[in-house]
């Protein structure tokens, strides 16, 4: 079940879950930095989906993502 129990901080790599507005949760998601601290939402994963993780480890290159609140991201592997 998703949502239960403590946040685990996922590493660089690991599969993650998002939690919408809509309160549902999404996978084909991968954390691409560790935390770091946002005026706006606090504590933040970058995170990218899961075919530009893919393309930009084999193009050798940093892949392109987007900042998620650690509070509505779910780490799993």
């Given at each position: 079940?998703?949502?239960?129990g ?6 660089p ?19 691409i930095?560790g935390?770091?601290?946002d ?24 892949p ?14």
């Amino acid at each position: 079940m998703f949502g239960k129990g403590p946040r685990r901080v996922p590493d660089p790599g690991q599969r993650v879950r998002l939690l919408g507005e809509d309160k549902e949760w999404r996978g084909g998601f991968r954390a691409i930095s560790g935390p770091s601290s946002d005026d706006a939402y606090g504590v933040i994963i970058w995170v990218a989906e899961e075919e530009e993780w893919e393309t930009a480890t084999l193009k050798r290159r940093a892949p392109v993502g987007m900042p998620w609140p650690l509070d509505r991201l779910e780490a799993y592997e």
